[in-house]
């Protein structure tokens, strides 16, 4: 088993629609947890963390699962700069061991 | 100026040519990191320098060879590479606080293809 497991994608949506990704991760001491969006032929960017009480900025919301080892990201009211590729990204304990999932890939068409 | 560059943006070499690829940070943090992506496969982590002594090396083959002079700056030395070593390599800081919580700050990384 993969220790991150991301839905493989391609998603394919209209301009405002509302979009879910969702994560599995292998390890329950794992610590930390993130969401990233890279572009294509770009760098891989920190979209936001992720936190048991779920946290919001702006149309993104994520949430973490811990007893079910789940992560979730929800795009409201999405944009055409919103298509990018979308990494869950696990941090497990004892540091620098940051673990990346595969992306999710997004397209927002007109 | 961008948080961490990295040079040369792409790179054509081949199998018994030696390079570097370079990188430094400007965000003032103390650890450095080498990620390789390949098409369609995850980051995978390969050299970590926390305030500059190597800590982590995930069995990546000896001819990519890390040097880390200082805590802004990365190299990555590549020698008698194989055509399989043709990625997108990256380079990453943070700052370590002990909490785990390291959030990763990535250069525009390096194309490399190797003939």
């Known amino acids: 088993r993969k220790e991150v497991e991301q839905d493989p994608g391609p998603f394919n949506v209209p301009e405002g629609a509302t979009v879910a990704f969702n994560c599995t991760y292998s390890?329950?001491?794992?610590?930390?947890f993130f969401w990233y969006r890279q572009d294509c032929r770009k760098e891989p960017k920190l979209l936001m963390s992720?936190?048991?009480s779920g946290n919001e900025d702006g149309r993104f919301t994520a949430q973490l699962n811990r007893a079910s080892q789940y992560i979730s990201l929800l795009i409201r009211d999405s944009k055409l700069s919103d298509s990018a590729t979308y990494l869950c990204?696990?941090?497990?304990?004892?540091?620098?061991?940051?673990?990346f999932g595969a992306g999710t890939r997004l397209f927002v068409k007109a | 100026e961008t948080g961490v560059t990295q040079t040369p943006r792409h790179l054509v070499m081949g199998m018994t040519n030696k390079k570097s690829l370079k990188c430094e940070q400007h965000?003032?943090?103390?650890?450095m990191y080498w990620y390789k992506q390949s098409a369609k496969k995850p980051l995978e982590l390969m050299f970590v320098y926390s305030l500059e002594e190597r800590v982590e090396n995930n069995s990546v083959p000896s001819r990519f060879s890390p040097e880390c002079p200082n805590s802004s700056h990365l190299f990555l030395h590549l020698h008698t590479l194989q055509p399989e070593d043709s990625a997108l390599y990256l380079c990453?800081?943070?700052?370590?606080?002990?909490?785990?919580?390291?959030?990763?700050?990535f250069g525009s990384g390096t194309q490399l293809s190797v003939l």
């Open positions: 990204v696990v941090n497990h304990p004892g540091g620098f061991k940051t673990i």
């Open positions: 992720v936190y048991s």
């Open positions: 965000l003032g943090h103390n650890a």
């Open positions: 990453a800081s943070s700052q370590v606080l002990g909490g785990g919580d390291e959030k990763l700050f």
């Open positions: 390890n329950s001491a794992s610590q930390s």
